[in-house]
């Protein structure tokens, strides 16, 4: 459980873990996270750190690294378990979308799902009531389904700009957060993996992990069932999650697994792309998974106009693109100015030899939440 006379941390006289960067002098990082990373680098336990340029400040450490330890920190990976991003082809033309007819059709995201989940949770080797009334539900937050379109693919790519694409952004909901109050204050210094309350929590955490799957699953199918289409996933990247290696626990906190292809998101008003892995060891089979926040968001109150006029301006979008949120305080939260340059990100990664840019993604619908969908 670490040392409890010093929370976990390492005494002065011992060394720090290992913090490789993987971004440029310029990368817009918070002090704060800086900060952080520092303090985490002095965990008990912790042998190495990989941080990307999404990184920024976070309840329990900062968010945008990967933390390889010979324990487990549950707050490492947070309340939102499983959290991650997929992107999903759908076979609707890019020249028969109808962005007006796909606004109102969209909302039924916001909508209770009613339909009976149990096969799915069943097939997904989960209990058949579990969470099963929030499956298919977005969240608060970060979260959302954007429609997009694909441009600029770099050769080989097998992936049809003239196609529709949707990314989802979404986690384990109520059920994660769950899994970490149920923990007893002293797993924060670290539990051993062979003890009770570790094997306890990995079960919980590996249940997250697929139930959030499964919930960008289906959050899919209800957008495509909205936009008369069929779909094909493309990549379903989890950016919250524990893995076990054989040097250790890896601990990844807004750091996306280094799957074939990743989607690395922008802001709702920017593009998006999709990056393949070239990670060196010093990575941790980790990147970066979005632009990550440049102010947080009770700061983004007092530098955003809350004006209805302004509000009505933030639901369109530089690429002529709609954004369905009808929620004033999340509006402003999430408006653009919040995220720093999923562009600059990227254009890091390259020069880091992390990944390269396969294509970039354009936001044309953006869905954050209605007045009739609940933040559980």
């Known amino acids: 459980m670490g040392n409890p006379d010093m929370d976990g941390r390492l ?39 990989a941080a990307f340029p999404d990184l920024h400040p976070g309840k329990y450490g900062p968010v945008g690294c990967a933390v390889l330890a010979d324990r487990v920190f549950p707050q490492l990976i947070g309340n939102d378990i499983g959290c991650g991003m997929s992107l999903f082809q759908l076979d609707l033309p890019l020249r028969k979308l109808k962005l007006e ?14 339909s009976p989940r149990s096969e799915q949770l069943d097939d997904a080797g989960l209990p058949t009531d579990l969470f099963a009334s929030a499956l298919g539900t977005i ?3 970060n979260h959302f389904c954007e429609v997009q379109s694909l441009v600029d ?23 994660g957060e769950a899994s970490l109050r149920a923990l007893p204050s002293a797993a924060f210094c ?16 590996d ?46 906190k807004g750091a996306a697994v280094a799957a074939d292809l990743v989607p690395v998101a922008g802001s709702r008003a920017t593009s ?33 106009s809350g004006k209805r006029s302004d509000l009505t301006a933030m639901q369109r979008t530089p690429f002529g693109g709609h954004v369905i949120c009808e929620d004033r305080d999340l509006l402003i939260e999430e408006a653009p100015q919040a995220y720093k340059s999923a562009k600059n990100v990227v254009s890091d990664l390259e020069a880091k030899s992390v990944a390269e840019r396969i294509a970039t993604l354009n936001p044309l619908l953006t869905f954050k939440k209605t007045r009739k969908e609940a933040l559980r």
């Open 139 to 141: 969240g608060g937050g």
């Open 272 to 304: 998006s792309y999709l990056v393949r892995p070239c990670t060196p060891d010093a990575a941790l089979t980790s990147l970066a998974h979005g632009a990550g926040r440049r102010y947080d968001r009770s700061s983004m109150h007092g530098r955003v």
């Open 207 to 252: 249940k997250a992990v697929r139930w959030a799957s499964l919930n960008r699953q289906i959050i899919a199918e209800r957008a495509a069932e909205a936009l008369r289409a069929d779909l094909r996933l493309i990549t379903d990247v989890p950016h919250n999650v524990l893995t076990a290696t054989p040097n250790g626990w890896l601990h990844r």
């Open 190 to 205: 670290g539990l051993r993996p062979d003890s009770l309350e570790a094997k306890n929590y990995l079960s919980d955490h």
């Open 101 to 114: 007819k796909a606004v109102r059709r969209m909302r039924v995201l916001g909508e209770p799902t009613n």
């Open 153 to 175: 693919p770099l050769v080989p790519c097998d992936l049809d700009p003239q196609l529709t694409y949707l990314l989802i952004h979404s986690g384990s909901r109520g059920l």
């Open 11 to 49: 005494s002065a006289s011992q060394a720090g873990a290992a913090i490789t960067k993987f971004y440029s002098p310029d990368a817009w990082i918070d002090g704060r996270a800086e900060d952080q990373l520092k303090d985490l680098a002095t965990w008990a336990g912790v042998t190495q750190i």
